[in-house]
């Protein structure tokens, strides 16, 4: 497995640089990904190639086809899925949220690589009530999150129930 891993890395910045930084095929092919991450093992080859974790991009088009006005990414990491789903979606405020500041510094170099103004990036901890308030807000919103075991404390009807018109993507 080690071998593994060090072979991936030394794969990585031939893919970067083979496909220029930019996503090549997927829900968001075209988005510009900066060479920098803020946890992980570092790979952004499978962003690039349009393959990362791509069984949920038929739930991202499908999302996507309903046109969402608000879109909250909890758990943003480097904006990957933020700023995908805001060039997707260039008409619909999209809030990019994180506990890692470094995250949310990469994801705010990642928004200014795309030119995407429609995109507010936050450094804070999301709880029930900051996310109820967001929500209220919106007609059809869409939350994609994966925020490390905090989804099944923020998906709670009785505290937020403003999730009953909202489209959930929860990745595992």
Known sequence: ????MARRMEII?????????????????????????SWGDGDIAAKLLGVYEDELHEFINLAVEQQ?????????AEGYYALGLAKC???S???????EATSTEICRENQQANGLNNV???????????????????????????????????????????????SVIVEC
């Open 120 to 166: 507010i990036v936050i450094t804070h901890e999301v709880d029930t009530a900051w996310l109820q308030r967001t929500l209220e807000s919106a007609n059809n919103p869409l939350i994609f999150m994966d925020c490390e075991g905090a989804e099944l404390k923020l998906l709670d009807f009785d505290q937020v129930p403003a999730l009953t018109k909202t």
């Open 1 to 4: 497995q080690h071998m593994a």
């Open 89 to 91: 979606l260039p008409d």
């Open 68 to 76: 969402p006005d608000l879109v909250i990414n909890i758990g943003c």
């Open 13 to 37: 910045p031939h893919v970067y640089h083979s496909t220029q930084g930019t996503v090549h095929t997927g829900p968001f092919a075209g988005m510009k990904i900066v060479p920098k991450v």
């Open 93 to 99: 405020q999209v809030i990019a949220v994180d506990i």
